[in-house]
């Protein structure tokens, strides 16, 4: 069996975030912020968490603390420490980031539109389909091995 898929997802990784990096040099943030204020963005009017990043990307615990101490450090957002238990930290965007809030939007709709052109919505959906698929698969095996 082949391992050009998993290849091939290496190098969209790989592609994707210089990708990124060109088109969000001029906010001065990087992928990895962005996706985390845009999700702060979309869920503005919700109480969320670094552990809500965490679970909803997947990437580990200190990218996420990077990340957002950076955006912090950077003016975009503020973290208040839970009272009832003090290492949940809660993150509340500042004016700046709603600022960017756009230039956000208009970059990540052009990558998606750089990474599709050239593929039909149908294909886009079972290509998203078949995503979604390998990452449950690789999902359970991890759970599957931790629990052994």
């Known amino acids: 069996m082949s391992n050009k898929i998993m290849l091939l997802i290496r190098q969209l990784e790989v592609s ?4 990124g990096k060109m088109h969000l040099n001029a906010l001065d943030i990087s992928p990895a912020q962005s996706f985390a204020l845009e999700y702060l963005l979309t ?3 919700e109480t ?3 552990t809500d990043l965490h679970e909803q990307f997947g990437f580990s615990k200190a990218s996420i603390s990077a990340a957002l101490k950076e955006l912090k450090n950077k003016g975009y957002l503020e ?3 839970n009272p009832s238990d003090t290492r949940k930290k809660r993150l509340l965007l500042t004016p700046r980031a709603y600022e960017i ?9 052009r990558q998606q539109d750089t990474i599709c052109r050239g593929i039909s919505p149908a294909q886009q959906q079972r290509m998203e389909k078949g995503l979604n698929t390998m990452l449950c698969n690789i999902k ?9």
């Open 140 to 148: 359970q095996e991890l759970v599957r091995r931790n629990d052994t």
């Open 43 to 45: 869920h503005q009017n």
């Open 16 to 19: 994707l975030e210089q990708l």
């Open 79 to 81: 973290m208040v420490t």
């Open 101 to 109: 809030e756009q230039e956000i939007n208009a970059i990540l709709v």
């Open 48 to 50: 969320v968490y670094s």
